[in-house]
T-cell receptor, first 112, second 115 residues
Framework: AQSVTQPDIHITVSEGASLELRCNYSYGATPYLFWYVQSPGQGLQLLLKYFSGDTLVQGIKGFEAEFKRSQSSFNLRKPSVHWSDAAEYFCAVGAGTYKYIFGTGTRLKVLA | GAGVSQSPSNKVTEKGKDVELRCDPISGHTALYWYRQRLGQGLEFLIYFQGNSAPDKSGLPSDRFSAERTGESVSTLTIQRTQQEDSAVYLC?????????????FGPGTRLTVL
């Protein structure tokens, strides 16, 4: 069955530190993969997506993600976190032309 | 505004009452989606519209849930005889069309609490 796992429910990092949010997926075919961010009181915003090609994908706000087929992973990274990055992050896999399967999210807290 | 809007932002209702949740998509977006986000869980797909038609209602949890869209614009999600397990944030999204994985733009959601 198709699924997405985000093993970390909460992560706390200091401002300026590096960040890696983990995402593992289970999908039979070549996956379409996405990372979304949800700030308090706002809708989800697409950070980046992977369809094919280069396995290192650059997104908005300085985020990047790397697709590793052998590990069924699509981890999100940022070299230096800003206080404004505090939010909830969702990994998703495309399950058809328009459906997403979302992970349960990782809530990021940034310490000043 | 230019984004997806939803109303109300919060709704508290009593068990057994009917509720209507509204979504205004981005102007010109032909595809519209509804999701449910329960506390501590990921988003669940409920239904999607191509124009005013809903070719996929597979995510609707029961026949108490229905949705419609008019004028290829506003959509309403109706929950009849609400139950406590319906408490969740209901998110609406729209995209330019339903071609493979066009970006979906999300609204801020409606938080529904059923007492």
């Amino acid at each position: 069955a198709q699924s997405v796992t985000q093993p970390d429910i909460h992560i706390t990092v200091s401002e300026g530190a590096s960040l890696e949010l983990r995402c593992n997926y289970s999908y039979g075919a070549t996956p379409y993969l996405f990372w979304y961010v949800q700030s308090p009181g706002q809708g989800l915003q697409l950070l980046l997506k992977y369809f094919s090609g280069d396995t290192l994908v650059q997104g908005i706000k300085g985020f990047e993600a790397e697709f590793k087929r052998s590990q069924s992973s699509f981890n999100l990274r940022k070299p230096s976190v800003h206080w404004s990055d505090a939010a909830e992050y969702f990994c998703a896999v495309g399950a058809g032309t328009y459906k997403y399967i979302f992970g349960t999210g990782t809530r990021l807290k940034v310490l000043a | 505004g230019a984004g997806v809007s939803q109303s109300p932002s919060n709704k508290v209702t009593e068990k057994g009452k009917d509720v209507e949740l509204r979504c205004d998509p981005i102007s010109g977006h032909t595809a519209l989606y509804w999701y449910r986000q329960r506390l501590g869980q990921g988003l669940e797909f409920l239904i999607y519209f191509q124009g005013n038609s809903a070719p996929d209602k597979s995510g609707l949890p029961s026949d108490r849930f229905s949705a419609e869209r008019t004028g290829e614009s506003v959509s309403t999600l109706t929950i009849q005889r609400t139950q406590q397990e319906d408490s969740a944030v209901y998110l609406c999204a729209s995209s330019v069309d339903w071609v493979s994985y066009n970006e979906q733009f999300f609204g801020p959601g409606t938080r529904l609490t059923v007492l």
